[in-house]
Nanobody, 126 residues
């Protein structure tokens, strides 16, 4: 059983930055594609980014391209989402999810992902 834990959320002003982490304590993430999703109040969950198991494929929602970067840590138990130039519409709860040996082929859908974290809150407001 893979237990994912998100961290790094918080409150920032527009234009600010945050780095989210998706971590596991005892296992490794190297056999999993990792996706980041977010959900704002009253809205459906939205796919934000995905990195493939091989770490050679990374994809982004159009709304975050050029501002967000997904990457894997050297220890292979953490995947990061660097978020720059944040906008109020980026606010929401951010979740990471893991897809065993995934390639981010259906990354914008939730069902390929087998494991989910509990989320971390991001608030962008002046």
């Amino acid at each position: 059983q893979l237990r994912l834990v998100e961290s790094g959320g918080g409150s920032v002003q527009p234009g600010g930055s945050l780095q989210l982490s998706c971590s596991v304590d005892e296992l490794t993430l190297k056999h999993y594609a990792i996706g980041w999703f977010r959900q704002a109040p009253g809205k459906e969950r939205e796919a934000v980014s995905c990195v493939s198991t091989s770490r050679t494929i990374s994809v982004y929602a159009d709304s975050v391209k050029g501002r967000f970067t997904i990457s894997a840590g050297n220890a292979e138990n953490t995947v990061y989402l660097q978020m720059n130039n944040l906008k109020p519409e980026d606010s929401g709860i951010y979740y990471c999810a893991a897809d065993f040996v995934g390639r981010c082929e259906d990354w914008e859908r939730s069902d390929p992902f087998d494991y989910w974290g509990r989320g971390t809150q991001v608030t962008v407001s002046s």
